[in-house]
């Protein structure tokens, strides 16, 4: 008999508080915390160091196609697209230099493997971190006019102290009035101002197109071939900023593309980085359609994380070699015996590529493909290795050897979750979200699912990533009665936000007086519901996330909160299979009211065929085939496994009857 079968529903916001245990860690974190501290620190950036280009890790697929963007004899307007912290800032800055100071350099500087003649350049940097705009903070227009100049100015400097170029009001002012004389027209100065006159008119009413000229004027004067505006970290302010800011240098580029009858002697180009849902929503906006940024360069995936890792070890190693630490690497930099650390290398980079190279789809998407998260995660993981260490592994031994490890999916995944915590509690921040949200109404159940559902058809047929919230929630209004949705679906929404499951975009459009909401959904959610149907270990975190029991099991200490991922592999198995049948409960009164009250075809063309229930079952199948040894998954099972099955495969077998 299952001896916690009296349980108790609680919704994700009533959590049971049990006490924590103490923390433990495990044999790993004893051995190389200070390795720890430097190799896996999500703050150590490689931009920091003096040996970027050695920590540096590449993407050839996307830097030949930033390449032959910039090589490209015609200007272009090119966005950097990808998940937040997956490496779209270090390889722009990679290439074109962390200073925020303009600088001259060949396309053969840039990209050392160009062929042909060096084309001189040069780079104009915006990046707006360094100008201290609080995250989703609004830059006023000024603001952004302020940022332009000063850099116009600064490269315009730049110019002019490079190639000695010298210019007096008359002559600035026959350069504008060639390809825009209204810029230097004024009627107030009289008929027949003076050019020195209008030059000091000019400046005086508008400082930021006065120093785009004396920019435009050192480059016509000069034998730069190419210009390079560089906008990145667009996501540090608000929409409507972001929209600005990138209109503002599409105008700027338009501006030095101008040149009237004059020959214009380089080529404008214009790089920014946004994210793939900011990128469709500004290319779609009515203030900036009219530009041509149709084209993107997308990060698919991060960097290795293993590769990541591996090359901050070389590093360590070589600085450490040479008899050299940078301040960075704090206790490293006082090794003793180099040997002895050198052989702690080699254990302890065959284990981290084992956990990292392994799981590390996973480890990626779990964190939507953000590489600092994923190094936190990784750090956590590495310090409570004692989720997958053998019981051979003696407690006091620091002779730290690779087959003391067992790297199964289940050990790795309980030490990215649970990390030094042995049991469950409101207190211990799991990565893993449970995606089948379950509430005291059990019709609300499914309702994270059927959005994820929903948002896998508009991605694979419409190829969209920014869905309005509307149309989710006129969607969900079909396997769900109106009030339901009414009354839940803001509740479910910022549960799926607040995990990051999916995440929200609110732009103003013109003329409107309220805000349109998009929501765009990640990779975790993704990643997790396919994890579902390979291993009931997914299952088993899901279910600690929501029901909790509590003076039930064995001698643990009383009112203590225990998850299923501390109970014995029968018991596990009888939770999941439960767990299961209450999922195809759902599932079939969703569809029975489907039949009743709405279009089965319609469902189908909104939310696809896939079922919900059907391949948890099957990913239970194979985790007790995999558990028990068996040919078949069921037979020979302990009996009242068997039965728990039995009755979850009657429950799924009836879904959409």
């Known amino acids: 008999m299952n001896p916690l079968s009296d349980k108790r529903r609680y919704r994700l916001s009533d959590r049971l508080s049990g006490t924590l245990p103490a923390k433990f860690e495990g044999l790993l974190d004893r051995r190389f915390y200070p390795y720890f501290d430097y190799l896996l620190d999500s703050q150590h950036s490689p931009e920091e160091q003096s040996d970027f280009y050695e920590v540096y890790v590449n993407n050839p697929e996307i830097e030949e196609k930033l390449r032959r963007r910039v090589s490209s004899p015609t200007t272009h307007i090119t966005a950097l697209t990808g998940a937040r912290g997956i490496g779209k800032s270090t390889t722009l800055r990679y290439f074109f230099g962390v200073s925020t100071q303009p600088k001259l350099k060949s396309l053969k500087e840039i990209f050392p493997g160009q062929t042909g003649r060096g084309v001189k350049t040069v780079i104009v940097p915006f990046y707006l971190d360094t100008y201290g705009v609080p995250e989703g903070g609004k830059l006023s227009d000024a603001k952004i006019r302020s940022i332009l100049t000063s850099q116009i100015q600064a490269a315009a400097e730049l110019i002019y102290r490079t190639y000695n170029v010298e210019v007096s009001d008359e002559e600035l002012f026959d350069f504008i009035n060639t390809h825009k004389s209204q810029l230097v027209t004024f009627p107030e100065l009289g008929l027949k101002p003076t050019p020195r006159a209008r030059i000091e008119r000019f400046r005086s009413a508008d400082v930021y197109a006065y120093t785009t000229e004396l920019l435009k004027f050192g480059l016509h004067n000069s034998d730069i071939e190419r210009v390079i505006l560089i906008v990145d970290d667009i996501e540090s302010c608000s929409f409507e900023s972001q929209k600005n800011i990138v209109k503002g240098i599409m105008r700027l580029r338009d501006c030095l593309k101008n040149f009237g009858d004059l020959p214009r002697t380089y080529v404008p180009d214009y790089i920014f980085t946004c994210r793939p849902a900011t990128f469709n929503l500004l290319k779609s906006h009515p203030e900036v359609d009219g530009y041509s940024i149709g084209h993107s360069i997308n990060f698919n995936k991060p960097a290795s994380i293993a590769e990541v890792v591996s090359r901050r070890f070389d590093y360590a190693k070589k600085v450490l070699g040479e008899g050299r630490a940078p301040n960075a690497m704090g206790t490293l930099g006082n090794v003793k015996n180099l040997e002895t650390w ?74 990215f979750v649970l990390r030094e915590n042995e049991y469950y509690s409101e207190e211990v921040d799991t990565v893993l979200p449970n995606l089948f949200f379950n509430h005291e109404r059990d019709e609300i159940d499914l309702m994270v699912l059927h959005i994820l559902k929903f948002c896998f058809e508009q991605t694979r047929s419409k190829r969209i990533t920014a869905i309005p919230l509307s149309r989710i929630s006129d969607a969900l209004k079909i396997p769900y009665r109106v009030e339901v949705v009414k009354n839940h679906f803001d509740e479910v929404l910022d549960y799926m936000i607040s995990t990051e499951i999916v995440r929200q975009e609110m732009v103003k459009m013109p003329g409107d007086r309220t805000r349109m909401r998009y929501i765009i959904p990640m990779n975790k959610g993704f990643a997790l519901w396919r994890a579902c149907r390979s291993t009931s270990v997914f299952l088993e975190f899901f279910r600690d996330n929501t029901f909790m029991f509590h003076n039930s099991v064995g001698t643990f200490q009383k009112g203590r909160t225990i998850g299923t991922s501390r109970l014995d592999s029968e018991h596990k198995f009888i939770f999941t299979a439960e767990f299961i049948s209450e999922v195809a409960g759902s599932e079939s009164k969703i569809y029975r009211f489907i039949n009743k009250y709405r279009d089965m075809q319609k469902y189908r063309e909104v939310f696809g065929t896939r079922f919900i229930s059907r391949p948890l079952l099957w990913g239970f199948r194979d985790s007790l085939r995999r558990h028990y040894g068996l040919a078949r998954y069921n037979s020979d099972l302990p009996t009242d496994v068997k039965i728990a099955l039995s009755r979850a495969e009657r429950d799924v077998s009836r879904v959409k009857r």
């Open 342 to 415: 050198r052989e702690a290398y080699r254990a302890f980079e065959a284990i981290i590529n084992s956990v990292a190279s392994v799981n590390e789809a996973f480890i990626a998407n779990l964190c939507n493909h953000d590489l600092r998260r994923a190094l936190i995660d990784l750090q956590g993981a590495l310090r409570n290795s004692r989720w997958y260490e053998r019981e051979t592994h003696s407690q006091g031994a620091f002779k730290i050897t690779e087959d003391k490890y067992n790297f199964s999916t289940a050990g790795i995944i309980r030490a």
